[in-house]
């Protein structure tokens, strides 16, 4: 018997799990409050993501190759928290009892907004990097060049990814909320 040692409480036989539960206080088991606990915590996620993004880009300086290439490889280096925060936030109203569609299809289109402004990025990452990689002292172009290998795969991740979520939130919509 050991850890689930059985035992008579008020006619009822409980595991030791089971007398457990019975402490001071017992959480809620309901998909609202998981749901809300979803969107809490993907937010959290979603506003240090995108403040941490936005902070790389100020003080603009476009047209400095140096910093395009800096700021964008941050930038594509920082977008999983982002992500994440947004992919939790999304997971959350489709599950949440309470979402509308119209909340559902908000969150796809923000997705694939997303995808457009990382593609764009993209775009504008690989025509700085030739040229910083040219720029680069010898002792340095090793580095850019794992630099732009890593960045090079997030490029083309990154609009994938965000896309398809994108996609499957907006399809999904009628089989999530009939």
């Known amino acids: 018997m050991g850890a ?3 035992q008579v409480h ?12 019975e402490g001071r206080f017992r959480l ?11 969107v809490a915590i993907g937010s959290a996620f979603a506003v240090v993501g995108l ?13 400095n190759p140096a ?26 109203l489709v599950r949440h ?8 299809r908000v969150a796809a289109v923000v997705f694939l907004l997303v995808a457009a402004i990382l593609a764009a990025l993209g775009m504008l990452y690989v025509t700085v990097a030739p040229e910083v ?5 010898p002792e340095t172009a090793d580095a850019v060049g794992r ?14 990814v965000f896309a398809a979520i994108g996609v499957f939130l907006w399809r999904g919509v009628e089989r999530v909320r009939p």
Do not use: C
Not at 10 to 21: D, M, P
Not at 28 to 38: G, N, V, Y
């Open 133 to 137: 990689l040219r720029q680069a002292a």
């Open 97 to 104: 009892p309470h979402s509308s569609a119209l909340s559902v």
């Open 28 to 38: 809620r088991d309901s998909d609202a409050t998981s749901a809300s606990l979803l």
């Open 51 to 63: 403040a941490d993004l936005a902070l790389l880009w100020t003080p603009l300086r476009f047209g």
């Open 10 to 21: 008020t006619g009822r036989v409980l595991l030791a799990h089971e007398r457990a539960a």
């Open 4 to 6: 689930e040692a059985r």
């Open 67 to 92: 910093w395009e290439f800096a700021t964008l490889s941050q930038t594509f280096t920082n977008v999983p928290m982002a992500g994440l925060g947004l992919l939790l936030m999304a997971y959350g």
């Open 147 to 160: 630099t732009i290998i890593k960045n090079a795969v997030e490029v083309i991740a990154y609009p994938l």
